[in-house]
């Protein structure tokens, strides 16, 4: 399960707006914790109105730099990330999880790889970015990259920067959905824009890999149309701000109880629960420590295995098929259609 260390926070940038990076004072005793590899996330946990918030976020740090760091864009009515953005200061303690996560990139030299992002998106893919540039000269990494305007961008000074002193391997193509920027491209990241930039711009480009960062809608129509461009499906990783109720599998969930069992650390906790509800927020209820991030289904913080039983999730962009096959669940998304169910958090 996830563990937590209390770290001080080194440094706060902001970066627009509506977004801050939070960067953490690593003590030397636990730099061993907090190695990564680029693209991965670590959960932030801290008390906002006397209650326990968790939330997920993916370093935009290189892995080589002995740095953690994240970046939080303000959301309306966003409890921890308002908070982030307007209470928090340098000097102020944050529970931090160890990085996990499997929405990486480790760079093999001479490869040459493509990014597309949108607003915060950019956090996992700026990760990569860096440990590219920080492989060798012969690897390479082109970026989409949408906002409404410059002055929205996360990390645009840092990104000109980088593109200007790494002119032979960074590459990087802005596209403002509100703003005419001469030597940019306009609207939004769509079909259009995706077969401009493959079929036009980088038609030379074997790319060994695509890396995708956003919204839902803007992940679907560029994955459609790189497998269009002959993309292979293991070729194209994403990672989602949200995803979507698989509505098929919500139409499994019934009224019902369901007696559950839950291992973790070795201890087992039984108890029963509504087949409506999720198994992590009954889990928790009941006072076990189950590890948990966004409760969204768009991390890999609370999965768990069952072991006997059934259950059926409403929503998932983490797991393979493969992974489904043996059992795996994200418990946040999990409901139990069975009488009984027992569930490993241990066997993961």
């Known amino acids: 399960m996830s563990q937590f260390y209390p770290l001080k926070i080194k440094e706060i940038i902001r970066e627009t707006a509506a977004a801050v990076s939070l960067v953490f004072d690593i003590p030397t005793t636990l730099q061993g914790e907090f190695g990564f590899v680029a693209g991965q ?91 590219v540039l920080e492989t060798d000269e012969q690897t390479t990494f082109t970026l989409i990259y949408g906002n409404k305007s410059q002055e929205d961008t996360i990390f645009f000074e840092e990104l000109n920067e980088l593109q200007e002193k790494y002119s032979k391997q960074l590459f990087v193509n802005y596209v403002f959905s509100r703003e005419n920027v001469e030597g940019n491209v306009f609207g939004r990241i769509d079909k259009a824009h995706v077969n401009y930039f493959i079929k036009n711009i980088y038609k030379e480009t074997s790319f060994e890999k695509a890396f995708l960062c956003g919204p839902e809608e803007m ?96 929503k998932n962009q983490i797991l393979t098929d493969e992974e489904l096959e043996e059992g795996y669940i994200l418990t946040c998304q999990a409901h139990p259609t069975t009488p009984t169910i027992t569930v490993d958090f241990d066997d993961v």
């Open 219 to 314: 992940i679907k129509i560029a994955s459609a149309t790189l497998s269009e461009n002959g993309f292979a499906e293991d070729a194209i990783s994403y990672e989602l701000f949200t995803a979507s109720i698989d509505e098929e599998a919500a139409s499994q969930v019934k009224e019902g109880q369901t007696e559950v069992t839950v291992l973790l650390d070795d201890e087992t906790t039984t108890f029963t629960m509504s087949q409506t509800a999720d198994i992590l927020s009954e889990s928790l209820r009941h006072k076990i420590d189950a590890p948990y991030s966004c409760q969204g289904g768009v991390c890999s913080s609370c999965i768990a295995k069952v072991t006997d039983g059934k259950a059926v999730m409403v």
């Open 41 to 131: 996330y670590i959960t932030l946990k801290a008390t906002i109105n006397n209650e326990e918030v968790r939330r997920a976020y993916s370093l935009s740090s290189s892995p080589k730099s002995n740095e953690i760091k994240v970046s939080v864009k303000a959301v309306e009515n966003g409890t921890f990330s308002v908070f982030a953005n307007e209470k928090l200061t340098a000097g102020d303690t944050l529970e931090v999880s160890k990085p996990e996560g499997k929405f990486v990139l480790e760079p093999v030299s001479g490869a040459n790889y493509i990014g597309f992002a949108a607003g915060s998106g950019i956090t996992p893919i700026m990760s990569m970015i860096k440990s």
